[in-house]
């Protein structure tokens, strides 16, 4: 066993133990494991079961993450995405796309991921678009996870003439705070698996809560289910529908999805890469990278037909590089933890979605970070960021953040005469912009 392992994963090559490996593998599981919860949670908003999603989130998550590590050997494991799945909620869904459709629309945008992968064109296309609108995006995404948390807590709650407003305080909101308090003090440790012993801390404080509820008479807001485990439900597999995916109407949300898959990928890729120390300093990307973003491509590929939103690799991953994983059985690792969840469907159901709140929160909190690398006094880079940050929770939609984060980049750039700023890449950007605005 150890020699077949060896063969593949090139062990001592790589100056590390399989010993070392698995531990990097767990440490990974641990701090990504929350998707099991959270993913069937956004989703549950499109309308879809939520033990369909959990069972293609695990599925996806464990395949991706073994294909990951055999094909490229690298240790980087592979989930569906924080921030795509609310664009395939709240935009794609939300706007009038029928799940089976935006399913369909997720395998597009994979096989498509594949190709641009095989021809290398997608390093090019990131390459076309300026880096603080990539920022721009990601902090918007952010800030659109938060707002959905505060929402999701009775936080904020609308208003008819404010449009929102602070939620009446009550037990749910209290709970949400010590659930935020409790996480935050988890990651501010460095305590692997933070935030998926943040959503089991604040869970149970809720059925304790609502435990008490119920002897004093009062109603109960939250339960504990009549049974643990079941067999997985398989009704999402092949429920997509390609045909009326492949509608003009869908070439923006399709374009969309693969925009922000190609940045959660490429920025990870290197900012994981770099943590190791297994960057190619030739290119500046990490070793493996076409097979890596092949690989990538493929499971967003498979979350179309399992049934979820699409996958992408993780940031998370740094945590088991940190724990001196180098080689690909950490992914495999990783991945292999996720197949006895799928079992686990009743029991995850039963999490309110107040408890999953402060995670989205601080996932909002993270993924901020990136807006300290825009030049905030060069108001031809500033507006259009700050353009895209304000549309992406405003209007409640990733794609009209995006659309109007490149129109006015490209309109400051005509108005200031940095003409040389505008490649072609980006102009046929601007082109589909201008087509989601009319569609």
């Known amino acids: ?38 993913n069937p949670l956004i989703l549950k ?27 490229a050997n690298l240790p980087f494991a592979l989930a569906p995405g924080m921030g795509i799945n609310a664009f395939f909620t709240y935009t794609l869904v939300g706007g009038g796309t029928p799940w089976q459709v935006a399913l369909g629309a997720v395998c597009i945008s994979g ?12 390093e090019k296309i990131v390459a076309a678009i300026p880096l603080h609108l990539r920022y721009a995006v990601a902090a918007g995404i952010g800030l659109f996870l938060g707002f959905i948390g505060l929402k999701n807590a009775g936080v904020i709650t609308s208003h008819p003439a404010t449009f929102v407003t602070f939620g009446r305080p009550g037990i749910q909101q209290l709970l949400f705070a010590f659930g935020l308090i409790i996480t935050s003090i988890l990651v501010y440790r460095k305590i692997k698996g933070a935030l ?86 030739t290119t500046g990307l990490p070793h493996n990278v076409g097979k890596a973003l092949f690989v990538d491509g493929f499971a967003t590929f498979i979350s179309g037909i399992f049934g979820t939103s699409s996958a992408t690799t993780y940031i998370e991953s740094a945590a088991g590089v940190e724990e001196g994983g180098k080689t690909g059985l950490t992914a495999v690792i990783a991945g292999l933890l996720f197949l006895p969840f799928m079992w686990l469907s009743p029991l995850l159901s039963f999490i309110p979605a ?16 990136p807006l300290s690398h825009i030049n ?64």
């Open 1 to 38: 066993m150890k020699g077949f392992i060896e063969n593949i994963f090139k062990i001592q090559k790589n100056n590390t133990t399989i010993a070392t490996e698995i531990r990097a593998g767990i440490a990974t599981f641990l701090t990504m494991a929350y998707i099991i919860v959270v």
């Open 45 to 71: 908003d499109a309308g879809m079961p939520f033990h369909g999603v959990l069972f293609a989130t695990v599925m996806v998550s464990c395949i991706s993450s073994i294909l990951m590590g055999v094909v």
């Open 111 to 122: 096989i498509i991921f594949m190709i641009l992968s095989s021809w290398g064109i997608r």
């Open 196 to 281: 998926i012993i943040g959503i089991i801390a604040t869970a149970v404080s809720m059925w304790g809560t609502s435990h008490i509820y119920a002897l004093t008479g009062l109603t109960p807001f939250a339960s504990l289910p009549s049974e643990y485990v079941a067999y997985p439900d398989t009704s999402l597999f092949c429920s997509l529908n390609i045909g009326d995916a492949l509608s003009l109407s869908l070439v923006v949300p399709i374009f969309t999805l693969l925009f922000t898959d190609m940045f959660d990928s490429i920025s990870t890729f290197v900012g994981v890469a770099e943590v190791g120390g297994f960057i190619d300093r």
């Open 354 to 369: 107040v408890a999953t709140a402060p995670v989205l929160v601080l996932i909002g909190l993270f993924m901020m970070h």
């Open 376 to 439: 905030w006094k060069d108001i031809s880079q500033s507006l259009p960021a700050f353009v895209t940050c304000l549309m992406i929770p405003l209007s409640y939609s990733i794609t009209q953040g995006i659309v109007w984060g490149f129109l006015s980049y490209t309109c400051i750039c005509l108005a200031t005469g940095k003409w040389n700023e505008l490649s072609p890449t980006l102009i046929a950007i601007d082109v589909c912009a201008v087509i989601a605005l009319i569609v």
